[in-house]
């Protein structure tokens, strides 16, 4: 079972910086994307940025300018590196990762799993 480690929240005040880390457990993983979600108390878990094995990048809107997620693929790590941060950023941050494990002589099907998340606090 792959097991995802956060680590790098906390408090910082607006405008601020906090960089995220996840690593992985399992070394023998066929990843496919790695990501940073948040949800914030009453609201639904968002998308923050996601990296696909091919290295493309997506951010929600609300990221954009301000936040970059980069991945290091032989440590099966993703990062997330925020700046300017707001009060609205204010959430636990939970690390995804989507992908395979050996199976046979292939590989399982696709799967995601959790972190068990980080808590990011912005004071105004």
């Known amino acids: 079972q792959v097991q995802l480690v956060e680590s790098g929240g906390g408090l910082v005040q607006a405008g601020g910086s906090l960089r995220l880390s996840c690593a992985a457990s399992?070394?023998?993983?066929?990843?496919?994307?790695m990501g940073w979600y948040r949800q914030a108390p009453g609201k639904q878990r968002e998308l923050v940025a996601i990296?696909?094995?091919?290295?493309?990048?997506d951010y929600a809107d609300s990221a954009k300018g301000r936040f970059t997620i980069s991945r290091d693929n032989a440590k099966i790590t993703v990062y997330l590196q925020m700046n300017s941060l707001k009060p609205d950023d204010t959430a636990v941050y939970y690390c995804?990762?989507?992908?395979?494990?050996?199976w046979g002589a292939g590989w399982g099907p696709s799967m995601d799993y959790w972190g068990k998340g980080t808590l990011v606090t912005v004071s105004s």
């Open positions: 995804n990762a989507k992908g395979s494990l050996p």
């Open positions: 399992e070394i023998i993983f066929r990843l496919n994307a």
């Open positions: 990296i696909q094995s091919g290295g493309s990048i």
